[in-house]
């Protein structure tokens, strides 16, 4: 069909202009950090952030000579020329480099002398002039102290993380404490980078960022790796309201309901004989107002029973979710997907970017029982434009970090991943290779049958592909990102479309070196008919799905997405070998402390 | 003390150079615009946006004549020239506006008439050629349709939103369907803005997004009002492992132990008297075997007694925790702040945007169980810089919406709240003032003596202000948004630092028209012994807070944050009275579902 594109002409005049826009830019930004050193909203104690100095165009020689004050925590500190002065190495957390303070011991007089300043952890604010430092000297500018403005003390002595190396395993401990460390601060930095690239990358292609909800009592994904939310247990262990009752008040209750019921019967059967009779109707009457006492008693005394654990239970002494907070139970969500689809299917493109939850007792590197997903879901798509999609946005993501955490990804790339830079580099670079799942069983059939390569699980048409096999495709077979599509129906979930084969469906995994699966997508089954057969051959219940199927029944329209766990991005960024590591406060079974 | 400010000069240079920017931005975003109309990731199905064609610098004109794709829902068809062709109104969320599609009935013959493209909500694919049209009409141009690529049906009589005005209430339970609404598009739209400006704002500042956590087990916050996160109720309802044993079986167990104990000590007796009696030795062994067993047995039944709930107990009744995922009662977050504070005094400037949840039972149009908080955490900041940094914030959103929302704000403004963008553009270009709590008191009372206003609560100093005198002192005294600082300690938290006159603390609270509170702030007590005092006076257990108090012993730093609840931002900006209306799925006692 005809579009509206344009020429190629036109091509280059965009391209032009936006060449001209990325130059006008960097001028920008470099006038207006030498227009204004102090931090926006560090005014009142006149702080000029690491990264204005050292990462600025000129390293900081601009500023040579004029009075700054910097503020942060001491790395390393040292004394020299046999105490006369101090060398601290501060870290403000702006960027990876420390800036290196040279104080006189005169300047630490007022604040208890140089052994004050220079414990790891001290938190100083320092005024000083900035100085050209010798050449050959890492930095060009290191900053001569003129005032001590505010010091917050560390005694080594009772410091955790007094000592320089720390294993992995002790700083989450510490999780307080560990992003003052060279490591966890990068990660910290490299993160809010993807995170702000998701969003720019979203936002700058027209797509609406929804929050669905974390709460739901849509039990549709199967509640069994699921956590509860609840209101009941707080109860549980207080005293009741209502003392539950001893099997033998309950029985003596039970018994006194049924001899006022046969007072009653009797008392009625004297009035209707005698119909004149009033004192014999006031009797029945009363007599009935016991009983109906006597009932209501012995409903109280049995539902007390019934709660007796803490627990409101039903007559079938089932728990009475009822009384839970939300009526229902209620678990935290595992995916927003559903939720995705809803929005897309009114407003077209749109992202959500939220915490994601799975009970699985699972102690691995690689699991996490809270974790941050980011699922994309685009109405008028189909499978082809999906994976196009999951590519450019991964791409952008390591373009971003490659232009704005270089130093993190240094100090990566030298102490924790040699290959950490050269494997972001190739991904921004090189397009991702599509391979049809059949196509990728072929090939490592072929491995296999060549005794080239052995696999612990065995591969056939139809399995599902274990990590061992993704990483062989990416590493070994293509040594590039690739995305695997068309996948068996039998393995896949339900709302996956199905393929014109009556075989596959339209389905789609992203495989990157070092990490394996980055992100599982798919179009999604927009026709009632399919799909209503589709969950009925899975043998679930057709009600807690209705929205679901509104949408197909009320203007239904072919959508794709998909999802992509952003701490499996953080771990391929980074090459850390914990996914503990790269989320601030890590939940895994035992452990929510912080 | 001197800093490396600029001259006017310099200043002047810089602003040229912004406006420059915003040109070149704005001449490359219509030159993309025109090049390229096939909406990223629509490509096989060839679909331009409504927003391409209508929020174009042109309006569409520059287009006209060109052939495109149109694709959405259909908000309102009405077929004309009797029954010769029909009006589409086609929305798809990409912007406030529908587009108008004129289909021939020939062209609709393919898909079954013109009457099955007219019924609202009805999802189009239509290729078309883009025409004028006549002068006065609203929009500069329309699609005339050559070919309906994609037809999603909607059966009138079936589609629950299918007449024109539905209330609020009644949306709220068509959850699924509610975006293809105009004002709930619209709240999408600007709640999307807002989010993107809020990242925006930060991150051009040089903050770092950090995600908090949402599951804890640190229980600082006091439990009363938190969601209980578990595992422990799946297994409630299902059958036990181990059934529990009757009082009568437990009892005779015991009685078994008991005579067994005799029975070992008889044998034991025996084989003392002759220790040369291999038998009786044996025989003592064998009933301490048999013992063992007993107690053993004995020991499971009583556990087994104990879970006869359902729940896992220890030996003293309470709910055995330690069976429970984290090992300990966890709960959702109620604020990320501490979290934040560990982030902020290691990384200098940073902030928060995530899920936060209140378990209280209340059914106002104000609270929600689950929303979403923004809260920044700044070092060497201190309550005037705070002040500062939340009204930037404030003003930043304002501005950017209106630069970007501004035809959902005009339906909001016609529709809904005639203050909405008079209220938005004073936000945008007033300062906001300072107050003291003193001086607001002082205010308060001055109106009530005068006898100009009575209020339900009276006004002294030391209230904590109502919802009545906030609104009263923006709304009426002010007229305009204010910040009010310096609360007495006695009404707020015990983190809150405490000002010179031992009496009050470094605390702020941004109050706007509609709304009232917006923001609340603080400096956090940034000594350690303060701090332990303050949590003393409060009488609460000091160990909960050890990591929170690391923070003051290890290189303590002054620093200040506040908390924004990002869905009353919304009902400022969009003047709906209920909560529920401003969040995708809005979550309330007995309502989670979706």
């Known amino acids: 069909m005809a579009t509206a594109n344009g020429s190629s002409a036109a091509l280059e005049e965009?391209?032009?202009?936006?060449?001209?826009?990325?130059?006008?830019?960097?001028?920008?930004?470099?006038?207006?950090?030498?227009?204004?050193?102090?931090?926006?909203?560090?005014?009142?104690?006149?702080?000029?952030?690491?990264?204005?100095?050292?990462?600025?165009?000129?390293?900081?020689?601009?500023?040579?000579?004029?009075?700054?004050?910097?503020?942060?925590?001491?790395?390393?500190?040292?004394?020299?020329?046999?105490?006369?002065?101090?060398f601290l190495e501060?870290?403000?957390?702006?960027?990876?480099?420390?800036?290196?303070?040279?104080?006189?011991?005169?300047?630490?007089?007022?604040?208890?002398?140089?052994?004050?300043?220079?414990?790891?952890?001290?938190?100083?604010?320092?005024?000083?002039?900035?100085?050209?430092?010798?050449?050959?000297?890492?930095?060009?500018?290191?900053?001569?102290?003129?005032?001590?403005?505010?010091?917050?003390?560390?005694?080594?002595?009772?410091?955790?993380?007094?000592?320089?190396?720390?294993s992995f395993e002790f700083l989450r401990e510490k999780a307080h404490l560990r992003p003052r460390t060279n490591t966890i601060g990068a990660v910290a930095r490299i993160r809010n980078a993807l995170a702000y690239a998701t969003h720019r990358f979203f936002q700058e292609q027209g797509f609406l960022y929804v929050h669905t909800p974390i709460v739901t009592a849509s039990?549709?994904?199967?509640?069994?790796?699921?956590?509860?939310?609840?209101?009941?247990?707080?109860?549980?262990?207080?005293?009741?309201?209502?003392?539950?009752?001893?099997?033998?008040?309950?029985?003596?209750?039970?018994?006194?309901?049924?001899?006022?019921?046969?007072?009653?019967?009797?008392?009625?059967?004297?009035?209707?004989?005698?119909?004149?009779?009033?004192?014999?109707?006031?009797?029945?009457?009363?007599?009935?107002?016991?009983?109906?006492?006597?009932?209501?008693?012995?409903?109280?005394?049995?539902?007390?029973?019934?709660?007796?654990?803490?627990?409101?239970?039903?007559?079938?002494?089932?728990?009475?979710?009822?009384?839970d907070f939300f009526s229902k139970p209620s678990y935290l969500t595992v995916s927003g997907q559903l939720n995705g689809e809803y929005y897309a299917c009114a407003l077209s493109n749109i992202y959500t970017f939220g915490p994601t939850f799975r009970a699985e007792n699972s102690h691995t590197a690689r699991h996490l029982a809270e974790f941050w997903m980011i699922e994309p879901e685009m109405a008028f798509c189909d499978l082809a434009d999906d994976m196009q999609c999951a590519e450019d946005y991964v791409r952008f993501c390591c373009r971003h970090i490659l232009d704005n955490c270089r130093p993190d990804l240094e100090f990566i790339n030298g102490m924790i991943d040699k290959g950490a830079i050269a494997r972001l580099e190739q991904v921004a670079n090189?397009?991702?290779?599509?391979?049809?799942?059949?196509?990728?069983?072929?090939?490592l059939e072929g491995v296999v049958a060549s005794g080239e390569k052995k696999f612990e699980y065995p591969v056939s048409w139809g399995i599902d592909l274990q990590s061992e096999h993704e990483r062989y495709l990416t590493e070994e077979i293509f040594k590039q990102p690739i995305i695997v599509y068309n996948y068996p129906k039998e393995i896949k979930a339900f709302y996956m479309r199905l393929n014109d084969d009556g075989k596959t469906v339209a389905a789609m995994d992203v495989l990157v070196p070092k990490v394996g699966e980055l992100v599982g997508g798919s179009q999604r089954e927009d026709r009632l008919d399919v799909l209503t057969q589709r969950i009925a051959e899975s043998g679930m219940p057709m009600?807690?799905?209705?929205?679901?199927?509104?949408?197909?029944?009320?203007?239904?329209?072919?959508?794709?997405?998909?999802?992509?766990?952003?701490?499996?991005?953080?771990?391929?960024?980074?090459?850390?070998?914990?996914?503990?590591?790269v989320i601030p406060f890590p939940r895994w079974p035992g452990n929510a402390a912080y």
Not at 128 to 149: D, I, M, N, R, S
Not at 546 to 570: C, N, W
């Open 90 to 166: 501060v870290n403000d957390g702006s960027c990876f480099q420390n800036i290196q303070v040279m104080v006189e011991k005169a300047v630490a007089e007022e604040v208890g002398g140089l052994k004050s300043l220079t414990p790891t952890s001290t938190c100083v604010l320092i005024e000083g002039v900035l100085a050209e430092t010798p050449e050959g000297t890492k930095q060009k500018v290191e900053l001569k102290a003129t005032k001590v403005v505010h010091l917050g003390s560390t005694d080594p002595a009772e410091y955790p993380l007094a000592k320089k190396k720390q």
């Open 219 to 323: 039990d549709c994904e199967g509640a069994g790796e699921m956590f509860q939310v609840t209101t009941l247990l707080s109860k549980v262990d207080e005293e009741p309201e209502v003392p539950p009752p001893s099997p033998e008040e309950l029985a003596a209750l039970r018994s006194q309901v049924a001899a006022q019921g046969e007072a009653v019967k009797a008392a009625k059967t004297a009035a209707a004989a005698n119909k004149e009779d009033k004192e014999a109707a006031a009797k029945s009457k009363a007599e009935v107002g016991t009983l109906l006492k006597l009932k209501e008693q012995l409903t109280k005394a049995e539902e007390a029973a019934r709660n007796a654990g803490g627990l409101p239970r039903t007559a079938d002494g089932k728990v009475d979710y009822s009384k």
């Open 14 to 86: 965009v391209e032009a202009l936006r060449q001209q826009l990325e130059s006008l830019q960097t001028t920008l930004r470099k006038k207006e950090a030498e227009l204004e050193t102090v931090a926006p909203y560090n005014r009142t104690y006149g702080r000029t952030m690491v990264a204005t100095v050292l990462e600025s165009d000129s390293q900081g020689l601009s500023l040579v000579g004029k009075t700054i004050r910097v503020g942060g925590w001491v790395k390393t500190g040292r004394e020299a020329g046999a105490g006369a002065f101090a």
């Open 543 to 581: 009600e807690p799905y209705a929205a679901y199927l509104d949408l197909r029944k009320y203007g239904t329209v072919p959508h794709s997405g998909f999802g992509l766990g952003f701490e499996r991005l953080i771990l391929f960024a980074t090459g850390l070998d914990n996914i503990r590591d």
């Open 430 to 443: 090189s397009p991702f290779k599509r391979v049809s799942y059949t196509e990728a069983v072929e090939l």
